[in-house]
Every structure is written in C-alpha cells, then in structure tokens.
C-alpha cells in the first residue's frame, strides 16, 4: 500500500501562485510514476502532469504548459507541482496519484494508470 496526503491549496487571486506537496508513505519503493489531476466542479477528473519516479521525466496537458511545473524529491518522497499565472479556470480539487504498474503515455494520463489517491486539495483562483 502506498498512502498520498496533499497539502498547499488554498485561494489565489489570477495571475498568482500556488505549489502544491503530496507526501508519499508506505511501499514507496514500488511506485513507478507519480501524476497530479484536478477535478473542477460539474465535470470529470482530468490530467493535469506526471513525473517518472526514477528518471525524472516529465509530461504536462497542454492547458498548463510553461505555468505549471512537477518535481520530485525521491529522498522526502515528496512530489510538488508548482503553479504559476493561475487562472480561474485552474479552480479545482487537485489530487495527487502514484502508479505502480508501467503503463503507456495515453495510460498515464488516465485515472486507469494510477494505483493510489489522495483526498485532494482545494484550489481556487478568483477573477
């Protein structure tokens, strides 16, 4: 089993940051890569950016590209996703899954690719 706990939500008026943290516990050793998605209200849980847990790679949706930045420190296991220029669209829970199974890119930007949650973090960006 592996436990998530994000923190570091909150409300941000547009055109400022946020950096989220999700803390990883349990059979960490397991995990293959780590994903944040984002839920906004009346409408499905999306993708929003992945990290390989070994290598470091990184893959982002395009709506978050140059504003949005996923890391990793593999020592804490810990993973950020640092959000920059937010905007009101960007209002959503924001959750934090780790995948242990190897799965394709069109996998891992699934609910499907990932094994584990966490209970999610608020963040709400006003106009």
């Known amino acids: 089993q592996v436990q998530l706990v994000e923190s570091g939500g909150g409300l941000v008026q547009a055109g400022g940051s946020l950096r989220l943290s999700c803390a990883a516990s349990g059979r960490t050793f397991r995990i293959y890569a780590m994903g944040w998605f984002r839920q906004a209200p009346g409408k499905e849980r999306e993708f929003v950016a992945r990290?390989?847990?070994?290598?470091?790679?990184?893959y982002y949706t395009n709506s978050v590209k140059g504003r949005f930045t996923i890391s990793r420190d593999n020592a804490k296991n810990m993973v950020f996703l640092q959000m920059n220029s937010l905007k009101p669209e960007d209002t959503a829970v924001y959750y934090c899954?780790?995948?242990?199974?190897?799965?394709?890119?069109?996998?891992?930007?699934?609910?499907?690719?990932?094994?584990?949650w966490g209970q999610g973090t608020q963040v709400t960006v006003s106009s």
């Open positions: 990290i390989s847990w070994s290598g470091g790679s990184t």
């Open positions: 899954a780790a995948g242990i199974r190897v799965g394709t890119t069109a996998t891992m930007e699934r609910d499907r690719g990932y094994d584990y």
